[in-house]
Structures are given as C-alpha cells and as structure tokens.
C-alpha cells in the first residue's frame, strides 16, 4: 500500500519563493562577434576581448559586399556565408538558486550549437525554427557564466534566396520555478461562438521540472494545482474568468488540465477590425504564485466552402494574399519589429489581406504583428522534404529532424488568430513519386495532432490530380496550386468536391519606374526552363507595365480577373508582395534581387500597386503611369488604373484626350499619346461628378533635394527606426522621375544611418553605405535610434544639388 502525503508547494524542493513567478528578459545585448570558425571558443575560459561587441539580432551576411564568386551564388544575392561565433558573459544572481533557468532563440540561420560554461547543450540545424535549452545544471549561480554559440553556413548551396547568417532573431533568458507551464504549454481554441456568449477553451500543461520519475514509488506526494484565466478585452477590462482544481503527483512530469470559459457578447476578430482580447493564466496554490502566461488571442470563425469559397464570421471573402520571403530588405535577415510593421501597412493600405510565410516558419514578431493588423497567415513548414533542391538544404537533415521541427511550429504558433491555414511544403519534390502519399499523411497527422481546428494544405506546382501524389495521398484538407491559372475556371470538374485554394501566383516581373513598349503584347521573360536568363536591355530593368512575367506565372492581371470572377477560388497569394534578396529572374548577374514584388526592395510601390488597390479597396483610386519625361514625339502608351468611377477622361495641356471606360473584365484603359512636354491630367468621374484628379507633369533639370521621413518621432531603444525617401526636384518642385545622381548622408545627434537603398534590382552598393544612388528618381535612408533620447539631424547632398535636412526626435 502506498502512503500519500499531502503538501503545500512551499514544503516542495526547489518551490522556495514561488511567489515569484516566470520571468522572461530579453538577452539581446552585450554579445561579443567572431566571423571565422574557432573551435576554442566553446570553452569558458577562452579570451574574447578582440571580438567585435554588438546585440542581436545580427545577421553578418548582409553586412558584407556583393560578389559574384561568393558561395552563396546568385540565388541568395551573391553575400558572404561562413561560419561565426557568439559569445556572451553574464551573472546569475546566488538568489536564483532552485529557479529553472532555460534560454529561447526565436530563430538561427544555420546549424546552431549551443554551449555553456564549455557544456554542449544540443544542436539544430534548421534555421527558421525556434528552440530552447535549459542551463540550470551547468550553471554558477553567484558568479558569471559563458554562453558560446556556433553558427555554421558554410555549406553552400543552401537556400534557393537569401538566407542570412548568424543569431538573427531574438534571443530570450526565461527564469521558472520547478512548476512551471510547460514551453509552449498553453492550447487556446474557440469552439463555440455565438453573438451572445464564445467559449474559450484552454489544454494547459504543467511540468514538474524535479518529478521524481524513478524514485520511491510507496511515498507518493500529491500538491493541489490551481489554475486562475483571466480574459481582459482590448481596453484592458476584465470579461471573464474561471479557477479550475487538480491534484498533481510528484512523480508525474506533466500533466495537462482542461479549462472553459465564456466570454459574453464577444467581439470578432477579423481582417477590418482585428479585435485582441488578452488571457492571463495563472498556476498557484492559495496565494502563492507559481508560474504566469499571458496570450493574446482573436475570437472568430472561418470556412472554406467547394463551391462558396472562403467565409470569415460567416462573410464570404476573398483571400487577397501575398507570399513573403523573411528579409527586411536591405536589413538583411535580422528581425526588427518596425520593418516588419512598415511592410505590413503598406500591404494594408494596397488591400492586402494575407501573407503566405515562404517557404519557413516566420518570426514570433510577423505573426503578433498580423495578429494586431489584421493579415490572415497561411503558417508554411518546408521547401523540401527528403528530396533536395539544393545540395546543402534541409533535406540532408530530414530524417532525423522533421517531426520535431514541425511540432515545434504548430506548438508555438497555434494560438495566434491570424494563422488559419497549416501548409506542409512548397513544390515539393516528392509529389511526383509515391513517396508524397507516405510523407504527406505522416506530416499532416503530425499537425491534427497538435492542432484540429485549421486545414492543411500542400502547395502544389503539378496541377494534374492523377498525377499528383501529395493530393492522391487524400490527407491535404484544401488544394493548395501553384501557378497553372488555365486550370482554375475548370477546378470544380477536375477536383470534385474539392476545396481550392491558391498558394502561389503571378510571378510577374517589373522595376520601378522602368518603361518600355509595345504594352499590347505579354513577354515571357524566360520563355521556358532552358533559357535561364535574358538580357531584355542594357539596364537589365523589365518594363513596369503589367506584361511581362516568368514562363511558369503570369501578368498579375490574367491571373486575377480568374480569381476574381470564380466564387469556388477562394483567394490566392501573389507571388510576391515585395522584392527579396536573391533569385533574381531574369537576369544574370550584376542583378541580385528579385523583379516579382508588387512593391520593390525599398519598399517603394511598383505601378502595379495601384490595380491591387484599385481593385482589393474601396478607397478612391487614380494612378497614372508612365512619367511625362520622353523625347519629342514619341509615342508613348498611357495607362489608368482607377476605381469608384464610371470613367476616366485624360488631357495634355489642358486639351481632352478622350475618355475611356473599362469594358468587359478590363481592370485598366489606355491612351496612346505623341509626347509633347508639359501636363498630363487625369480625371474620374462617376455619374458625371469628380471623383478624383491626377496629373504627371515633365520636370526639368535636377534641382534640390527633398527628404520625407515616415516617422519624425522614434522610440530611444537603439532599435526604433525611421523611414526616409529621398526624392530630387527641379526648380518648380516637380520630381524628376529619371534623376540617378548620386546622395550623401550626415547623420548627427541620437541616431546612426542603419542603411541605404533605391530598390534597383542590380545596386551592388553596400547597404550600409552612407551615400547612395537614386534609382528611377528614388532612393532610401534607414535611421536607427540611440539608446538615449534626443535630437537627430539628417542632411543629404549631392554635387550641383541643393540640399536638404530633416529633424527626427529620439524620444
């Protein structure tokens, strides 16, 4: 017979002072940097001093010059790789002696191995997952302790983009007491809502870091657990709450307990109105508290329906998507917060809907930020599977890692609303063996494992359903296609039953602010997979009117006249939103950047933009395109893009043009226009009133320099940054779309330049330049603030220019 006791947690080892519950700091700051491989570095005791001092996140890649010899090669943009080591010394106070001590990396781009104090903690090689460790055993409590990572991208090819390098997402120290709330512990599902009353249900696991797993089985002690939800709404006020019971033994590790609570007359999360109500959860015994999470949680319903399409809180609409690589841009890899947001509003404000994480588990940061925005998120997984496509890719870690890297991904991203679709791979090799039916069912019972209430999805790029192995497998909830729009209006015939989704289109190419003719005709630039590479002009730019596209894609208007006219599609995802580094169709080298974003490198709208906005808003749209900067008498194709309006009427200098008006499923007009300098205007109306009015007008020689920050005020936390387009004008202020002179910045005051770009798909400039060229009248400067408030001045000049000076705060 086995004695039972009965305790308090306070009597329990290692639950001294449980009122001090989990604490989680950020540990950015204070690292010491090495590029090169040094294997000494792992021990304690070796010497630092020499290394280069920084905080992440870090990527060294984008710090480096473009080459074209280096091992990356074109497709990540031709920027170093290698190996690198951090290194970080701190005290853990003698205080925390019988705390649990574990460190979290949202993200290490490659093959990571984690040491302290000279003891290896593990190693993982994907470079998109997160991960933690615990350090209690190895630590000095009362004296300092080393931490070594070793970052190890040397092994090139890869990655079919850019990758970065390096400990380029946050890095946290989480604190626990020996009862804790398991890592990613929490399950938060929505399974009844209704106008009046949604119930929330919570899967909770409790760990007992001590459990005395192989101990005295006859003197088992049992602790009563109390579980405390509060759910507050968006204003911070308390609508719900529930106290749940439950015994633990201690020689049981976890134990899961069950929770409902209801929330009256809750309000929906959605796209437009991205309602947030915060749920605290407590784990205590009386009043001592022994553990705290709080998560942030949406309350809405969703469906996707065979004939209907997709509904969210039971509207029908359409999915208006974008897929999106994990760079910043000229910020290279590393994770910042308002470079994500920036990107974010300005897909917002073209309509943008959803993001399609390609092809890799996205940072915590895009997905609270979705949360908060409002952006629905296809959460992909994998580029590949067993098969490779690269030499050096995931598939050579496969075998011995998939399942955990896939739980892992569900476990951390499963309470965020705004994810609402798991998918398991991008074109995935294996679709056309009968390897994709094993793999295919083995991952997606992986995920219903973990999460029940989302669909899983593959995306696919054969588009025949009797070839097709990852479909044949019949786990894939939604049919997940890439490119083949031809099939799409026969869906329904091909796919009985079935529920559409589109994860991959376009792949249209353009550059900001080039123009070339005709604009009546589509080109393939390749024309097919044997021709890699065309040199379509000395520029190596591709025309900014919407005709031209990769031989596999589309023009981003043929494809979206197909969605849009199907109710049965649900939505798609436009490869891509913005420009990324690496994978640079068409071109060969110099260029080292893509040509598919709707928005490019910078984040300066293509023309483009405007049909997406024109289209996917209500707000009034109007955009002319090209410029008005031509030789005499060339004839030169306008275009329109405009919404909200029965027709559009275009004058030059001051005599009507015509009107046009948008017959059948046309989503644009054009007038063919003898150039002749001074105003083109532009003119909306609907029912014969005005809706809107734009003009281009010719611009004469460069002038004076101008500086538009987005932000005058940023936060002193030395990561806040601010935006700020350069533009040049000519004596009547007017912008000279063609100017490339050459800008130079001074920054003084409570700021650093951070980065320069003009979003040029061939500017092998340094990011971190302080000057920089204009591309298509444009170009951009990244100001970083210090870690103490205060002014900072920004001044740009340029030979024969007038110059400019912009004031931000520091605040």
């Known amino acids: 017979m086995r004695y039972i006791y009965i305790l308090c947690f306070l009597l329990i080892s290692g639950f001294a002072n449980a009122q001090n519950a989990r604490k989680t700091e950020s540990f950015n700051a204070g690292w010491k940097f090495y590029l090169g491989d040094e294997p ?52 853990v106070p003698a205080s925390a002696k019988g705390k649990h001590l574990f460190i979290d990396f949202d993200g290490v781009y490659r093959n990571s191995e984690v040491w302290i104090n000279g003891h290896l903690l593990g190693t ?138 209801h929330i009256p007359n809750p309000k929906l999360w959605s796209t437009n109105l991205p309602y947030i109500y915060r749920v605290r959860v407590q784990l205590q015994n009386g009043t001592q508290l022994v553990d705290e999470q709080t998560i942030n949680t949406g309350i809405r319903t969703f469906n996707f329906d065979a004939v209907k399409g997709f509904s969210l809180n039971g509207i029908p609409t359409k999915i208006n998507g974008v897929c999106m690589h994990h760079d910043l841009g000229v910020l290279g890899a590393a994770v910042n917060t308002r470079a994500i947001e920036r990107q974010l509003q300005i897909l917002k404000d073209m309509g943008c809907n959803a993001i399609r994480t390609s092809h890799n588990p996205p940072a915590p940061e895009l997905l609270d930020l979705c949360d908060r925005m409002g952006f629905l998120v296809m959460d992909e997984a994998f580029d590949m599977w067993k098969k490779k496509k690269n030499k050096f890719d995931y598939a050579v870690d496969w075998d011995k890692w998939h399942v955990q890297d896939l739980q892992d991904q569900i476990l951390r991203d499963r309470n965020h609303p705004s994810v609402f679709v798991w998918s398991i791979g991008n074109e995935i090799r294996e679709q056309r063996d009968s390897t994709g039916i094993t793999i295919g069912r ?25 070839k097709n192995f990852i479909y044949q497998s019949g786990a894939l909830d939604l049919v997940g296609l890439n490119y083949h729009q031809e099939v799409y209006a026969d869906f329904p015939k091909n796919y009985p039953g079935q529920k559409f989704i589109g994860t991959e289109q376009m792949s249209a190419l353009e550059s900001r602010g080039f123009y070339d003719e005709p604009t009546d005709t589509t080109r393939f630039w390749p024309q097919s997979s044997k021709e890699k590479y065309t040199r379509g002009n000395p520029e190596m730019a591709v025309t900014a009117y919407d005709n031209v596209a990769a031989y596999w894609g589309s023009t981003h208007e043929t494809t979206w006249k ?27 080298w110099p260029a080292r950047s893509s040509y598919f974003g709707i928005v490019d490198l910078a984040g300066f709208p293509k023309d483009v933009y405007y049909m997406y906005q024109s289209e996917w808003t209500n707000k009034p749209v109007l955009h002319l395109l090209p410029h008005w900067n031509w030789q005499p008498g060339k004839t030169v194709d306008i275009w329109a893009y405009y919404n909200n309006a029965d027709e559009v009427e275009l004058y030059l200098n001051g005599k009507s043009l015509g009107i046009r008006k948008k017959q059948g499923d046309d989503l644009h007009v054009v007038w063919k226009v003898k150039y002749e300098a001074g105003t083109l205007k532009a003119i909306s109306r609907k029912d014969g009133k005005i809706v809107k009015t734009e003009q281009v007008v010719t611009a004469g020689e460069p002038y004076q320099i101008k500086l538009n920050a987005d932000r005058s005020t940023i936060k002193a936390d030395g990561k806040d940054l601010s935006f700020v387009t350069v533009t040049v004008l000519d004596k009547q202020g007017n ?70 000076s912009l004031g931000l705060i520091g605040g």
């Open 40 to 91: 000494n570095a792992k021990e304690a005791a070796f010497n630092d001093s020499k290394w280069r001092s920084l905080n992440l996140p870090h990527d060294w890649s984008i710090e480096g010059p473009f080459d074209e010899k280096h091992s990356t090669g074109q497709n990540e943009g031709g920027l170093p790789a290698g190996i690198g080591w951090y290194r970080k010394t701190f005290t």
């Open 124 to 261: 993982r090689p994907n470079g998109y997952i997160s991960f933690e460790y615990e350090l209690t055993e190895h630590l000095k409590f009362g004296a300092q302790n080393v931490i070594a990572i070793k970052v190890d991208n040397s092994q090139q090819p890869n990655s079919r983009w850019y990758s970065g390098s390096g400990i380029y997402r946050n890095v946290w120290l989480v604190t626990k007491n020996s009862l804790h709330i398991d890592h990613w512990g929490i399950q938060l599902t929505t399974p009844i809502i209704k106008d009046k009353q949604a119930t929330v249900e919570l899967a909770i696991s409790v760990k007992n870091a001590e459990a005395r797993i192989n101990g005295d089985k006859n003197a088992i002690v049992v602790f009563p657990l109390q579980v405390k939800t509060t759910v507050y709404d968006a204003t911070n006020k308390q609508v719900a709450s529930n106290i749940t019971f439950a015994n633990m033994t201690d020689d049981i590790e976890r134990q899961r307990i069950f929770q409902a609570i």
């Open 442 to 466: 083995e991952l997606v019972d992986i995920v219903k494992q973990l999460d029940k209430t989302r669909p899983v999805t593959s995306a696919l790029s054969d588009a025949d359903p009797t």
């Open 562 to 588: 197909i969605i849009k006219k199907y109710p049965f599609l649900s939505g798609m995802f436009v490869w891509t939103g913005f420009d990324y580094l690496g994978e640079p169709t068409p071109y060969p």
């Open 735 to 804: 912008p000279v779309p063609n100017a490339d002179n050459l800008i130079r910045f001074n920054i003084e005051g409570a700021g650093v330049l951070k980065a320069v770009d003009n979003g040029s798909q061939t500017n092998l400039q340094s990011f971190q330049s302080k000057q920089c060229k204009l591309f298509s009248g444009k170009c951009l400067v990244i100001i970083q603030s210090g870690q103490k408030k205060g002014n900072i001045a920004v001044t740009a000049t340029g030979n024969g220019l007038k110059s400019a």
